[in-house]
């Protein structure tokens, strides 16, 4: 096939260290672009963990901070007309340990939301 004028001027002029140079930078653009493709994929990837992660902590506090302490007040009150003291103090330490639970992994729900 012909080389058309444009080209054999373009090459005429280009000394053979200058392609290379040309075609080592044009490799580098391409290195940085996949370079950059994997940074976006793996962005993406861990946006997806993240929504999942902060879905169950979501689910988990509703439990600890909101379905524990209403059951286990509703208990006490019952153990409570009962005269059933040490099922109180079983309940007060499950609430307590809701309670610690909820402000243990609160911060961290917030801040992955």
């Not at 902060?54 to 509703?74: D, E, F, T, Y």
């Amino acid at each position: 096939m012909k080389q058309g004028k444009t080209e054999k001027a373009v090459f005429t002029k280009l000394s053979k260290v200058e392609l290379e140079q040309h075609k080592v930078a044009l490799n580098k653009i391409s290195d940085i672009s996949k370079l950059l493709q994997d940074g976006e994929d793996m962005l993406k990837n861990a946006d997806s963990e993240l929504s999942g992660i902060a879905k169950r902590m979501s689910n988990g506090l509703i439990v600890v901070a909101a379905n524990v302490p209403a059951q286990a007040k509703n208990a006490m009150k019952l153990a409570e007309e009962l005269g059933a003291d040490s099922v109180i103090q079983d309940l007060k330490q499950i609430l307590d340990k809701a309670d610690a639970l909820r402000k243990r992994y609160e911060p961290t729900y917030n801040n992955i939301k």
